[in-house]
């Protein structure tokens, strides 16, 4: 059974960093589409970060990057999320596509999501 599980919100300040781990189970991260979403209360999901650890690329949303890191280490995937701010509020999601490379970006059908873990960032 292909499972993802979150975890590492937390709530932080203006400023702060937290770091979300993925594990995954029944599933290889590595040559795999993975990627990063969250969704604030009244808004829709939206991608924030996209790897294709295999080929060793990643991608980001405009409106994270240079903040937020995203890695791979043996089958979990990570986010490191720095200067954050109260506008990242939201439901932190993980998901999985198994789809070769090109064919990765965060327009992907991910096919295998995690429950989620929130991260609230307060001014």
């Known amino acids: 059974q292909e499972q993802l599980m979150e975890s590492g919100g937390g709530s932080v300040q203006d400023g702060g960093s937290l770091r979300l781990s993925c594990g995954a189970s029944?599933?290889?991260?590595?040559?795999?589409?993975m990627a990063w979403f969250r969704q604030a209360p009244g808004k829709q999901r939206e991608g924030v970060a996209v790897?294709?650890?295999?080929?060793?690329r990643s991608y980001y949303d405009m409106s994270v990057k240079g903040r937020f890191i995203v890695s791979q280490e043996g089958n979990s995937v990570f986010l490191q999320m720095n200067s954050l701010t109260p506008e990242d509020t939201g439901m932190y999601y993980c998901?999985?596509?198994?789809?070769?490379?090109?064919?990765?970006?965060?327009?992907?059908?991910?096919?295998?999501w995690g429950q989620g873990t929130q991260v609230t960032v307060s001014s």
């Open positions: 029944g599933l290889s991260v590595r040559p795999a589409c």
């Open positions: 998901a999985y596509a198994g789809v070769t490379w090109p064919n990765c970006d965060l327009q992907t059908k991910f096919t295998t």
């Open positions: 790897i294709f650890a295999a080929v060793g």
